[in-house]
């Protein structure tokens, strides 16, 4: 059996959301009303980021040496041993997230960490806002169902999906999944819908879950 272990990257590789931290410090709270649309559901994902990173008034330089200095950005424990250990099993690692691309390389180069697949909002940088889009495996711009466009990719390339995540927008893709490791959102929503899953704290419990499938 093929494994492929689908990670999100904001809140379950991090600890917190880094695109959290970078509207807090250079657009303010006035973002944060656009959140309420977004969680309310009464806009996508898609629509949300396009609206508050249009506010955006920062360079990418700056952004990303916010991201690397900040305290607000820790990676959760375990994440290295986590991608040696799908490595060595013969796993295949991917981030699938609906944060932004540039910052996500941005940590996994600071943490020496490369050769994983990435699928997250591409972004330009703009005079004066950072446009933002999702692009689903067929090359068309997504408002939503971007995550799960990737689980059924890779089930469709012949994997069975280990799912990784946090927020309520990986209830989705882990309903494809053959186990469920979540925190958070995700951890009550599972319960909500008595969707089986293991909750974790720190990755090395997510290496500890995985001790009892086959390799490949």
């Keep these: 059996m093929k494994i492929a272990v689908q990670l999100d990257f904001d809140g379950t590789i991090t600890e917190e959301d880094v695109s959290f931290l970078l509207l807090d410090t250079y657009v303010g709270p006035r973002w944060r009303e656009e959140l309420k649309e977004y969680t309310s559901g009464r806009i996508a994902v898609g629509t949300f980021n396009r609206r508050v990173f249009g506010m955006m008034q920062a360079s990418k330089q700056a952004m990303t040496d916010?991201?690397?200095?900040?305290?607000?950005?820790?990676?959760?424990?375990g994440f290295g041993e986590l991608i040696d250990y799908c490595r060595r099993r013969g796993f295949k690692p991917v981030i699938v997230s609906n944060g932004l691309t540039f910052y996500i390389q941005a940590i996994l180069g600071k943490l020496g960490i490369g050769g994983i697949e990435i699928h997250a909002a591409e972004n330009r940088f703009l005079p004066g806002k950072v446009a933002v889009r999702y692009v689903g495996p067929d090359g068309s711009q997504r408002e939503a169902g971007f995550k799960e466009a990737y689980t059924d990719l890779l089930v469709g390339q012949g994997y069975a999906i280990v799912y990784v995540g946090n927020g309520r927008s990986d209830i989705h893709p882990a309903r494809r999944a053959i186990k469920v490791f979540a925190t958070g959102d995700l951890l009550r929503v599972c319960r909500e819908e008595g969707l089986a899953c293991t909750p974790f704290d720190d990755l090395h419990e997510v290496i500890q879950g995985l001790e009892d499938l086959p390799a490949d």
């Design 66 to 77: 916010l991201v690397l200095t900040s305290p607000r950005v820790r990676v959760r424990p």
